[in-house]
């Protein structure tokens, strides 16, 4: 009798996990991957009882021709069991059954390779491109069906507070390509696209709940690709923003972990210092080191364990897989100094094996080119070397273009903060990779930071789209749209006017720009534009000289073109002698100005109006 009921529960026990939802992760995988032995995490009620404890022998288990099991772990949790697969070069694409799981298996699928690294995708983004940086729910609301979805956390939709979901989303964005094209843009990075079903401020996307799911409030997976493809289709690129460092409390590795080592634990809750330079002062502490990289932001954002080897790949993988699902052509890593730095190293170069064209860099709200530099390839002769290609660059934000338009200028201030931290760029293997920006989601809007001076601001755009690296910019800037982070970072990531239905002004239009704007916007686009064909600029050399009495001189030029720069941030209109310029003038005896196509002689001294950055071609 006791064997007979021992047969029959085996027999329901095997019928409930037929029946139960079971998940694997990743969804699916390739055939041709360089990342060929892949960590599979089988997730279910208690599906551990459903798979024996096999140690495998060395040559593992065939599950096809070419595709090996080679071993089965089991965690703590019996939610969580992990299997590695093997799958070598003569494997083919197709269904295997991963055994054990269930009467009769778990169905899994390795796809084939999408055709075009490198070429359709993948593509890498570098200094002959211009970067708009979008918040998708701030900017446009193309499809109203998928405003609110039943059963998620955040039920919000109010366009009347920063504090709430406003609706916009990926078709949307879809939807004013031409218009990004025509204005010169090359590249789009959107904030976080993946799930984000917290509670509340899930507008901003940074507290991931399923690193498999597209978030559906902007589309899901499906119109993350319709637009990519599109992109694509323009000849335009993707970025997308990946965060390592930390997951929100509503993941479902976090909810349900499979151990107590997949996060970061604390007594009570410990946030980080932010003191990035103990991972690099020769004197750091290591109780210093510790609380800056293992300590939490916020206590809705729990701190990845990346000691943690099965966390180590499953963050890798979701990238490469990433990268290969959707076609991405960069990758912006989130809070970069936050994370493990050698796991960082790892996962950056599983990539660059796997997408040899892709474009990695990271962000680094830190102060000091020297801080900086250490976080990506620099030609420092120290002990860890960061192979990260290059960071967002703060440091000619913070001591370059801002202080040279908000600060009088002296030997040490005002627009020679920009020479000298330009000065330094020789701590950088490549600094053409640079990612240079005047505002983002987390700053207050530039245009609000110089008080809403129009000349100062289109001097800093021409800066902007003239100096070295890669230029980004946020959406909105073109159409002097304003906003600080005071009293909440929520007021610099308003609508875009015109994204939504029924809003009075239509910011994407002509007629709906006023007159300023349209200024300020053809400004823009003629400079972005200008340099799409620059070859100088693309990819010439930068050579500056010493400011005097607030005039900065810059060259961007290579052996077909010379593009001369001219910034005066006096609040008065001067005249400059090119005398001290023969170096890079001696050849040329005029120069057409970019942006009202004017000839100007090279024979006499140049008028510079206030608050003007002129960019002049020399013929």
């Known amino acids: 009798m006791k064997k007979l009921f021992a047969i029959l529960w085996l027999l329901l026990f095997s019928f409930i996990i037929q029946a139960q939802d079971i998940e694997v992760y990743p969804t699916h995988w390739w055939v041709g991957m360089k990342w060929n032995t892949v960590q599979l995490m089988i997730r279910g009620k208690n ?13 593992g288990m065939a599950l096809a021709p070419g595709v090996r099991l080679k071993q089965i772990d089991h965690a703590e949790n019996k939610n969580y069991v992990f299997f590695d697969i093997e799958i070598d070069a003569t494997a083919k694409p ?25 070429t359709l995708y993948a593509m890498g983004v570098t200094s002959e491109d211009l970067i708009y940086l979008i918040m998708p729910d701030r900017f446009s609301n193309g499809d109203e069906s998928n405003d609110r979805i039943p059963g998620m956390l955040d039920q919000s939709l109010r366009r009347d507070t920063v504090f709430n979901r406003h609706g916009g989303d990926l078709k949307g964005i879809q939807n004013h390509l031409d218009y990004l094209y025509d204005l010169g843009v090359t590249t789009l990075w959107l904030n976080p696209v993946i799930e984000n079903d917290m509670p509340e401020r899930t507008e901003h996307g940074y507290a991931f709940t399923n690193h498999y799911r597209i978030e559906r409030r902007i589309g899901g997976e499906k119109a993350y690709k319709e637009l990519i493809n599109a992109l694509h289709a323009k000849g335009m690129k993707i970025i997308q923003d990946a965060v ?136 420092f002769a ?20 801002q202080p040279a338009l908000t600060e009088h200028f ?18 950088y293997k490549n600094p053409m990779r640079q990612v240079i920006f005047l505002d983002n989601h987390d700053l207050p809007r530039f245009y609000s930071v110089l008080n809403e001076d129009t000349a100062k601001y289109k001097a800093a755009f021409a800066w902007l789209l003239t100096t070295r690296g890669i230029p980004q910019m946020y959406y909105g800037s073109e159409v002097l749209m304003t906003g600080t982070t005071h009293p909440n970072d929520g007021y610099v990531r308003q609508d875009f006017p015109g994204g ?113 950055t002129l960019v002049m071609e020399l013929q």
């Open 47 to 59: 599906i551990a009882e459903s798979v024996p404890m096999v140690k495998m022998r060395p040559e």
């Open 94 to 118: 197709g269904w295997i059954t991963l055994p054990f799981v269930g009467k009769k298996g778990v169905k899994y699928e390795l796809k084939p390779r999408r055709e075009g690294n490198g």
């Open 244 to 379: 390592y460092n930390h997951v929100g409390t509503e993941h479902f590795l976090f909810k349900d972990q499979p151990d107590s080592s997949w996060f970061h634990r604390w007594p009570k809750f410990t946030q980080t210092s932010y003191k990035d330079q103990v991972l690099f002062d020769p004197y750091a502490s290591q109780v210093d080191k510790k609380l800056m990289s293992d300590g939490w932001f916020v206590t809705s954002m729990p701190d990845w364990n990346h000691d943690n080897e099965m966390v180590q790949k499953f963050l890798i993988q979701h990238a490469i897989w990433t990268v290969e699902e959707f076609g991405v052509d960069g990758w912006r890593v989130d809070t970069y100094a936050y994370n493990d730095l050698h796991f960082m190293n790892r996962c950056n170069q599983a990539l660059y094996d796997e997408f040899p064209n892709l474009t990695i860099f990271g962000e680094t709200w830190v102060h000091g080119v020297i801080n900086q530099s250490y976080f990506c390839a620099n030609n």
């Open 382 to 401: 120290i002990d860890f070397k960061s192979n990260l290609q290059a960071t967002t660059d703060f440091q000619t934000l913070f001591y370059g273009i």
């Open 410 to 427: 002296g030997w040490t201030e005002g627009v020679n903060k920009l020479y000298t931290t330009l000065a330094q760029d020789f701590v």
């Open 500 to 612: 939504w239905q029924g809003d009075p002004a239509n910011k994407f239009t002509e007629a709906g720009r006023t007159k300023k704007e349209n200024d300020v916007f053809h400004y823009i686009r003629k400079l972005a534009n200008f340099r799409k064909s620059s070859s100088a600029i693309k990819t010439g050399k930068l050579m500056q000289y010493v400011p005097y009495e607030g005039i900065y001189v810059y060259f961007r030029y290579d052996d077909h073109q010379t593009v001369m720069c001219v910034m005066n941030t006096n609040d008065q209109p001067k005249i400059l002698s090119l005398d001290r310029f023969s170096e890079r003038v001696q050849f040329f005896t005029k120069a057409r100005d970019v942006v009202t196509d004017q000839i100007v002689s090279l024979t006499d001294p140049l008028q510079i109006p206030r608050y003007t």
